[in-house]
């Protein structure tokens, strides 16, 4: 048997060739998102992309993230929480039954209001499955950062924070971009300062215009307030976590994101542990696992 795991977004997408034990044989990479792609045009780009992989005797295919949305190749409904690795096998959509199938999102609702992810769900049953840690905070950073509660394996619910559109926002297209310089690296002094002033109870929309005003009197650079900003950023999110009892916190994703994140919780007394692409292609496997004991 071999998986042919994919991760099919909005802006890129990636692939990779599983064998039966889950261990990558081939990997591929595009820039062709589902905004990228025009009406009527999934199934020809899938064979373009990946009909090699797919002639293997024996391949089947799994298509998490945006492929699944209503802008995707076919719209595969949301499965609420609570659910596990069970729950979202049971609505997986066929796309060419036996063949290639689409993976259901998760909502949840707190407040009155809806919540959704796509393609984070299978990021989490990979780290499950790769840690071992079936209980517990799992956050995944991003545009849209996802903060996510598991318990028994099972995702009981989450809450979605904009904060990297708000960077970018802020960074870019407010008063604050005439003097931050949004792709400076990583200052780390700069990014735990500001992660200590989020939590001055004044707020961020207070807390942002010190962006400002640090340039203004000259104590900070440009390169340096980028930093800072993003901790502010972090820091507000993180304010809004219950983390006494959590244990150590798993991030998923690009390392350049999950470091800064292992470094504001650090500097509230909060253990981290970090995971990468590897944890898609194992939430892909366990998931075929799963439809196919």
Avoid at 46 to 55: K, T
Avoid at 112 to 133: C, H, K, N, S, Y
Avoid at 255 to 262: F, H, K, M, S, V
């Amino acid at each position: 048997m071999n998986l042919v795991a994919i991760d099919w977004g909005t802006s890129s997408l990636r692939g990779a060739l599983l064998d039966a034990n889950g261990r990558v044989i081939d990997e591929r990479s595009a820039p062709r998102g589902i905004l990228s792609v025009p009406a009527g045009g999934f199934a020809s780009l899938f064979d373009e992309l990946f009909g090699d992989w797919m002639q293997l005797a024996g391949t089947r295919c799994l298509i998490s993230g945006m492929a699944g949305s209503k802008q995707g190749w076919i719209e595969a409904p949301y499965c609420p929480c609570p659910a596990g690795l069970a729950q979202v096998a049971a609505q997986v959509i066929a796309i060419e039954p036996g063949r290639i199938a689409l993976v259901p999102g998760l909502s949840d609702e707190h407040d009155g209001v809806p919540d959704v992810m796509r393609g984070e769900e299978i990021q989490l049953f990979g780290a499950v499955a790769l840690t071992g840690i079936r209980n517990g905070v799992f956050v995944l950073p991003g545009t849209h950062n996802k903060w996510v509660r598991v318990a028994d394996g099972r995702v009981t619910g989450f809450r979605t924070f904009m904060t990297g559109e708000f960077y970018a926002l802020l960074s870019t297209h407010s008063i604050l971009s005439r003097t931050i310089d949004a792709s400076a690296p990583l200052d780390e002094a700069a990014f735990l300062q500001g992660v200590t002033q989020s939590a001055n109870n004044e707020g961020l929309l207070h807390n942002a215009f010190g962006a400002r005003t640090l340039a203004l009197f000259e104590r900070m650079s440009a390169a340096d307030l980028s930093s800072y900003l993003s901790g502010l950023l972090i820091g507000e999110e993180l304010r809004t976590q219950s983390l006494r009892a959590a244990g150590e916190v798993v991030l998923i994703g690009a390392p350049a994101l999950t470091q800064r994140y292992a470094l504001a919780l650090h500097a509230g007394g909060v253990a981290s542990r970090a995971l990468g692409a590897e944890a898609t292609w194992a939430g892909l496997h366990a998931l075929y696992r799963t439809l196919t004991p």
